[in-house]
Every structure is written in structure tokens, then in C-alpha cells.
């Protein structure tokens, strides 16, 4: 599930065989096909939490699926953190989601299927990745301003910030499924570093090889 339509397009027509289009709804591109055998589907998402909630909850609802992982990019929080490098998410803090009301005063604490991050990490150093493995932060807004609530990310761990993660896992635990998030640092907080476009397609293209591995390994 990366969050633009046309990384979903670009990653079904790279990596799958037997592609067909089975969504296009409101230009929300889903592919189905195969990958060494395996059925795959490749849906975009949308940027942040409700828009992802919308289509992981059809996944679920009306297709059965049992494993969802976004793959998508990352702002790095951490000094060790650089630009470039694969952040696997093991748990995702958010100030607010969707899911929000359900918990009323109790503060749910999101995180990976375990199994999914696992084979992630072995598939991310098969390809002679060092990836980071711990806890993000899912914001709900995208020109940020809070500066102190940041600080309190890096304060306390936080590796890296992106937008859908904690609903995504919220809702594989509601519905027992399994859920992951691969992320690409590109850009940074702390450096202003940022990636250049022209190299953002071959570090997707490494996080879609990490997603494929960890679910059929």
C-alpha cells in the first residue's frame, strides 16, 4: 500500500507478472498479479490516516486481505538516521486517528505483526541494507507546526515521522491481520537533507523487494 496511485502503478508494472487494473476509483490506482507465484495486489492509499482507513478497511471488509504493508517515505527524526536509509516500523505513535473515538481515554499502542517485521529485516540485509528497526511517528498533518511536540519524538526514539502507519496497524489488530511499514528516509528534520527525485524511484524499488520478501517468506 504505498500512499501515491502512481507509485502503485510503477510497482505493479516493475515487479509483478500478469498485472490487470482493478481500481481506479476516485484515481486511487489498485494492480493484481503475481510475484514468483504469489497473488499480489498493489494499492495505493491515499496521504494520511482517513484516507488510508477508507481502502485498508474495504481490503479487509470486502477482499479478505490478510496481509497489508506500506511501503511509502519517511522524514528522519535521529541523528544516526540519514537520508537514503530503510526505516522498518515496529511500533507507531500518533497524537490522534481514525480510530481515536473506539479508545476513548485509553491510549492503544499500535505495532508491526512481528513475523512481517522479522522477515523484513532479513530480506532488508539479504540486500546488504543495514536497516533501522523501532518506533514511528504517524502525524495527521503535513505542514507541521509544532516544533516542541518534534522535539519530544526525537526525545523519546522516535526514528522517523510519515502519516498512515498507526491507523494501518490499528486496524490489522482490530481485524487480526497482519500489517507492516517499510519506509525510505527522504528527507530529514534535524539536516534539512532531502533526497533527489531522481533517486527516490530506486530506493521505492528497494522497499517493495523488502514488502515481497517479508510476506511470502
Not at 80 to 104: G, L, Q
Not at 121 to 133: D, F, I, K, N, Y
Request: hydrophobic content about 40%.
Amino acid at each position: 500500500m504505498p500512499g501515491d496511485p502512481y507509485r502503485a502503478k510503477w510497482a505493479a508494472e516493475t515487479f509483478l507478472s500478469d498485472v490487470r487494473l482493478v481500481n481506479e476509483v476516485r484515481g486511487m490506482f489498485g494492480f493484481t498479479g503475481t510475484w514468483k507465484g504469489h497473488r499480489v495486489s498493489i494499492q495505493g492509499s491515499g496521504m494520511g490516516m482517513p484516507s488510508l482507513s477508507i481502502y485498508a478497511n474495504e481490503l479487509i471488509r470486502d477482499f479478505d486481505a490478510q496481509t497489508l504493508i506500506r511501503i511509502g517515505s519517511c522524514g528522519g527524526m535521529q541523528p544516526h538516521v540519514k537520508v537514503r536509509d530503510v526505516i522498518i516500523a515496529m511500533t507507531a505513535t500518533s497524537v490522534s486517528s481514525p480510530s481515536r473515538t473506539i479508545f476513548k481515554e485509553v491510549n492503544f499502542a499500535p505495532s508491526a505483526d512481528w513475523t512481517l517485521l522479522r522477515n523484513a529485516v532479513a530480506a532488508a540485509e539479504a540486500q546488504g541494507l543495514s536497516p533501522h528497526v523501532g518506533g514511528i511517528y504517524s502525524s495527521d498533518t503535513f505542514y507541521d507546526e509544532r516544533p516542541d511536540l518534534n522535539e519530544q519524538m526525537v526525545r523519546h526514539g522516535i526514528l522517523g515521522v510519515e502519516m498512515e502507519a498507526a491507523e494501518l496497524y490499528t486496524l490489522a489488530a482490530r481485524y487480526g491481520r497482519r500489517a507492516l511499514a517499510v519506509l525510505t528516509v527522504s528527507d530529514h528534520l534535524q539536516t534539512g537533507e532531502a533526497l533527489p527525485a531522481s533517486e527516490r524511484e530506486r530506493s521505492f524499488g528497494e522497499m517493495v523487494e523488502i514488502a515481497l520478501a517479508a510476506a511470502f517468506a
